[in-house]
């Protein structure tokens, strides 16, 4: 019998469903494919159902934009362009003069410096689960696409164990991976795309993971 805790499965996959999601958005250029996958009514009717639960709007207004973009063709075409424009000028950071950076070193680095020891405690959180991004070594462990894929990973199999050891081991896992370096930055990048790509997809989606994140963080530590 599964061990009882205070994480019920319909949490495990809003989870897992808003990491996946965030990784895709912030992981390559976006496209028709993303914004009709964006479009989609599991997307939508997921994200309408998380907002119901959460309590500071950001999820909400992450639905709503999503609610938009398939409610109008051309809010959805103009969208995308801009989400394209976004994502090479604030994520990828061609020519620009940004205030955000998607690294979790950029803000927990008194230099802002990438490859230091806050990106290398990053890899042995990946590494202590049996992941390391695909690209390694050649990529900053602690890009937001990056962190958002571990702990997608991490959501996706406690969705399909049946051991109570391992459950309880994956749980542990995301929970001390939230309290150490996911919150410790996620609310303040989502503040700086709120300057640099406001109301834009980036800064919705990261806003939303903040929200959640904050949430779960709370949720997880009455897990048992």
Known sequence: MMMETD???????????LY??????????????LFSALCSPDCRGTLQAMGALSAGGAVDRLAEYVKRLAADEDVRARELRRSVSDFN???V?????????PWESAYTNSKRLLFQAETLDVRNAYRAFGYLPECYPRVADDHIALECAFMAALA?????????????????????????HFLRWIGDYARDLRVDAPDGLYELTAAA???????DGVCEGTAG
């Open 156 to 180: 996706r199999k406690s969705l399909e164990v049946q051991d109570d050891e391992e459950l309880a081991c994956l749980e542990a896992g995301q929970r001390a991976f939230l309290q150490d």
């Open 7 to 17: 994480v019920t499965a319909d949490a495990r996959y809003a989870r897992a469903f």
């Open 209 to 215: 993971l903040a929200e959640f994140a904050a949430s």
């Open 93 to 101: 950071g061609l020519g620009a003069d940004r205030t955000s950076h």
């Open 89 to 91: 000028r604030v994520v």
């Open 20 to 33: 996946e999601m965030a990784h895709t958005v912030f992981g390559g250029e976006p496209d028709e494919t």
